[in-house]
């Protein structure tokens, strides 16, 4: 099966930079878009960025000019930069990718979730 697997996430102080990655394991053919969305205590799960697999970035006007996206293809890896944080950037940040098996079909996959904590 696939799975995906994130780290980096942590406690840092407002003004801080944290990086988390997500990698893909398991019956992988191919990775098409990836990308990372997070939710805070209370309110919906939102998009951070995405990124094709040609490099095409997309990002919440909340994270533009802080965050960056980028991917490894060889190692189905995804990560997040994440520069200048700000106490309202704290929540579960959840990897997502669409992942082919096969070559033909694909899927939308999600990871367990890595916590990210600003303090003020």
């Known amino acids: 099966q696939v799975q995906l697997v994130e780290s980096g996430g942590g406690l840092v102080q407002a003004g801080g930079s944290l990086r988390v990655s997500c990698a893909a394991s398991?019956?992988?053919?191919?990775?098409?878009?990836m990308g990372w969305y997070r939710q805070a205590p209370g309110k919906q799960r939102e998009l951070v960025a995405r990124?094709?697999?040609?490099?095409?970035?997309t990002y919440a006007d909340s994270v533009k000019g802080r965050f960056t996206i980028s991917r490894d293809n060889a190692k189905n890896t995804v990560y997040l930069q994440m520069n200048s944080l700000k106490p309202e950037d704290t929540a579960v940040y959840y990897c997502?990718?669409?992942?082919?098996?096969?070559?033909?079909?694909?899927?939308?996959?999600w990871g367990q979730g890595t916590q990210v904590t600003v303090s003020s």
């Open positions: 990124i094709t697999r040609g490099g095409s970035t």
């Open positions: 997502n990718a669409d992942i082919s098996s096969d070559g033909y079909y694909y899927a939308t996959y």
């Open positions: 398991g019956r992988v053919f191919r990775t098409n878009a």
